[in-house]
């Protein structure tokens, strides 16, 4: 399909250097916002590996969306200056209050959830990112406040 003569073009541009994988993904993540599931087979052949091996990177980084984003994007950190501060709870906190049981994307497609590990905000622990705007001093009510407001367009 188109998908995949699209991920063999990538994949074919950077064929044959060294480390060629990860320009690939980034290439294909740019692209389709995600690492298309049709994709993979082409990415395997262009490198050389097996499918496990693949699946083993995209889902070692967590950059790597195996399914395309939700309308809005919501980054917690989760490095040590933050988790002392809370964020482990914050961070159940927030994904049980979306009904997500691990990171992901809303069911709705309204928010992407995922991990970050330093936004550079540790004394302002616990610190997150909503739609790239940074937030410090998070609380599972101030979230709540910063998601009700106006998405960005
Ligand atoms: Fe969270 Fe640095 S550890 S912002």
Known sequence: D???RRAREIAGAHAGRDGALLPILHDLQAEFGHIP?????EIADAVNISA???HGVISFYTDFRTAPAGRRSLRLCRAEACQAMGGAALWREVLAGLGLDEFGTTPDGRLTVEPVYCLGLCACAPAAMLD??????????RLS??????APC
């Open 37 to 41: 599931e049709a994709a993979r087979p």
């Open 2 to 4: 188109a998908t995949a």
């Open 132 to 141: 790239g705007e940074p937030l410090g001093r998070v609380t599972a009510d």
């Open 145 to 150: 406040a910063a998601l009700a407001g106006a």
């Open 52 to 54: 496990a091996e693949l």
